[in-house]
């Protein structure tokens, strides 16, 4: 098989390698703590900016290399991965719709729930009943763990 150059996935590596560097431009404004800690405030910055160049430059090499199929059509029909970004962008605005109402569990489990089937999830009431833990847990470690005041909705507030 002949290696094609493919100019969509290259610009797709450049601007991911650019937002790298661009967010560890950003990072430079963030102030040194004076204090005795090890790490300040701009370790995590660092790391996705430097994370965010070396995964940029990872796909600009593999899209010089081209392991594509050299027939368009062979890689599938666009309207096939057209269902999978559907569902997930539906999770996405339930999810902003629900989070105040319904309160941060219904509308997480709504969000993991589209997410999962959009993966290739087959079981309605598994996906729903693992959507439904996994909200339940990231609700308690948040909240609980973390002191953090998410809403619960106005299905579920003390009157």
Do not use: K
């Not at 996405?92 to 989070?99: D, T």
């Not at 509308?107 to 439904?132: D, K, P």
């Amino acid at each position: 098989m002949p290696n094609r150059f493919l100019r969509g996935e290259v610009l797709i590596a450049a601007g991911i390698v650019f937002l790298g560097v661009a967010m560890a431009f950003g990072t430079l404004a963030i102030p040194r703590s004076g204090g005795y800690e090890r790490i300040g405030p701009a370790a995590y910055p660092w790391v996705i900016s430097l994370s965010l160049v070396i995964i940029g430059a990872i796909l600009a090499r593999e899209a010089l290399r081209n392991t594509a199929p050299a027939v368009p059509g062979e890689a599938g029909p666009v309207g096939h991965a057209l269902r999978p970004f559907a569902l997930v962008n539906l999770g996405l605005i339930l999810h902003l719709l629900l989070i105040e109402r319904a309160g941060f569990v219904v509308a997480s489990m709504t969000l993991f729930f589209c997410t999962a089937r959009a993966m290739g999830a087959r079981h309605w009431s598994v996906t729903a009943a693992i959507a439904f833990a996994l909200s339940l847990a990231v609700y308690f470690a948040f909240s609980v763990g973390l002191d953090l005041a998410l809403p619960v909705g106005t299905l579920l507030e003390r009157q």
